[in-house]
């Protein structure tokens, strides 16, 4: 079974929005570390958005005021809510559980990711 499942990705144009989602396997979500990574062609991965069990957030400076990162523990399920995406924002978006807020270590097999495309 694949702990983590991105959804939600698609085709917008500058300015837009899009909200991702994380399905998670089990009590992931509401017992440890969330994050959203994305990986844009030529890049590395690199963490976008995390929020902690108690609900404390961090982001990228790159995105942050447009993206806010959330759980709900109930589902299992964490979201990625993004607005006024730039083509900079192009790439897959990945989810995990970082080790801790700073770790680059992570706990959890990648999932295939949902691609994410805004167009100028």
Do not use: H
């Amino acid at each position: 079974q694949v702990p983590l499942v991105e959804s939600g990705g698609g085709l917008v144009q500058a300015g837009g929005s899009l909200r991702l989602s994380c399905a998670a396997s089990g009590s992931i979500v509401s017992s440890n570390v969330m994050a959203w990574y994305r990986e844009a062609p030529g890049n590395k991965r690199e963490k976008v958005a995390a929020i902690t069990v108690g609900g404390s957030t961090t982001y990228v400076a790159s995105v942050k005021g447009r993206f806010l990162i959330s759980r709900d523990n109930a589902k299992n399920t964490v979201y990625l809510q993004m607005s006024s995406l730039k083509p900079e924002d192009t790439a897959v978006y990945y989810c995990n559980a970082p080790l801790d807020l700073s770790s680059t270590l992570v706990l959890y097999a990648w999932g295939q990711g949902t691609q994410v495309t805004v167009s100028s």
